[in-house]
């Protein structure tokens, strides 16, 4: 694993999380960059000398992510060679411009990306260089393989798969963690 923080997250992450646990897959920690794609790109620097034939990004905000949605994203990038987790919407979604309603969209159709996405290291690496030479940003990886216009299967996740990104979803995951059906079914 290649763990991507910021630049000023490097000596913490290895005093105080990797000093202290044996974390034998941890082969490295760099340094990320301004935007979610120059970070991935960074940690894909990482592996160039000896890339893996399977490349899983995963955010480290989504701490209830399962070795098998791991595991059936792996089985489905080595299939397709591209492949994000994810979950159906089912809240009714609006396109909303200037705080008024211009569509409703389709919900069958619409779903919540989340990650581990998992790609062929070779088509990863191909969408990242489009990118860059096209001037591209994309939200996620997905985005960057749609780009380069490659299709991405779909892998269910789960709605305990969510980011961490608000304090309502710090004590989401609080009262998850501590919950004893939960935890035994990490």
């Known amino acids: 694993m290649i763990v991507v923080v910021p630049q000023k997250s490097i000596q913490t992450i290895w005093d105080q999380v990797l000093g202290l646990y044996d974390f034998q897959k941890i082969v490295g920690v760099v340094a990320g960059g301004e935007t979610r794609q120059e970070s991935v790109s960074a940690g894909m620097e990482e592996l160039s000398d000896a890339p893996p034939e399977i490349v899983i990004v995963h955010d480290g905000v989504r701490p209830f992510v399962t070795t098998d949605m791991v595991r059936r994203?792996?089985?489905?990038?080595?299939?397709?060679?591209?492949?994000?987790?994810?979950?159906?919407?089912?809240?009714?979604?609006?396109?909303?411009?200037?705080?008024?309603?211009?569509?409703?969209?389709?919900?069958?159709?619409l779903w919540y990306a989340q990650t581990p996405q998992t790609f062929r290291y070779a088509l990863l690496r191909s969408a990242f260089e489009k990118a860059a030479a096209d001037h591209f940003i994309g939200t996620d990886e997905a985005m960057l393989v749609e780009h380069l216009g490659e299709s991405v299967a779909t892998v269910e996740g789960s709605q305990f798969n969510f980011k961490i990104t608000t304090p309502a979803h710090l004590i989401l995951a609080e009262t998850l963690f501590e919950h004893p059906e939960f935890r035994e079914n990490l």
């Open 73 to 109: 994203s792996v089985q489905s990038a080595r299939q397709y060679g591209a492949a994000a987790v994810g979950i159906s919407a089912v809240d009714t979604i609006k396109m909303v411009l200037n705080h008024r309603i211009q569509a409703t969209i389709d919900r069958s159709v």
